[in-house]
Nanobody, 121 residues
């Protein structure tokens, strides 16, 4: 099983930036597409971004509007989510996931524990 650990969350003011990291333990990290999802209190988990196994292809949720960038470094077994121009509605627990290249959370097999992102007005 792939072990995923997110870091980089925290409290930031609206308009600020955060960089989330997800470190994977597996030697087969490069075999998986990676995704970021988020879940706010009382809401369903929603798709944020995905990147294919090589990092050549990426896909984003419509709400991102060019503000977020997903990337990966297979040599370091790490995937990143660079977030800028953050809004209060971005407040959520952010989860890293490994699986198929998809915007559907059901296509992902492994999940991290989540990291809290809070954006104040």
């Amino acid at each position: 099983q792939v072990q995923l650990v997110e870091s980089g969350g925290g409290l930031v003011q609206a308009g600020g930036s955060l960089r989330l990291s997800c470190a994977a333990s597996g030697r087969t990290f490069s075999n998986y597409a990676m995704g970021w999802f988020r879940q706010a209190p009382g809401k369903e988990r929603e798709f944020v971004a995905a990147i294919n196994w090589s990092g050549v292809s990426t896909y984003y949720g419509n709400f991102v509007k060019g503000r977020f960038t997903i990337s990966r470094d297979n040599a370091k077994n790490t995937v990143y989510l660079q977030m800028s121009s953050l809004k209060p509605e971005d407040t959520a627990v952010y989860y890293c996931a490994a699986g198929s290249y998809s915007s559907d959370l059901r296509d992902y097999d492994y999940w991290g524990q989540g990291t809290q992102v809070t954006v104040s007005s």
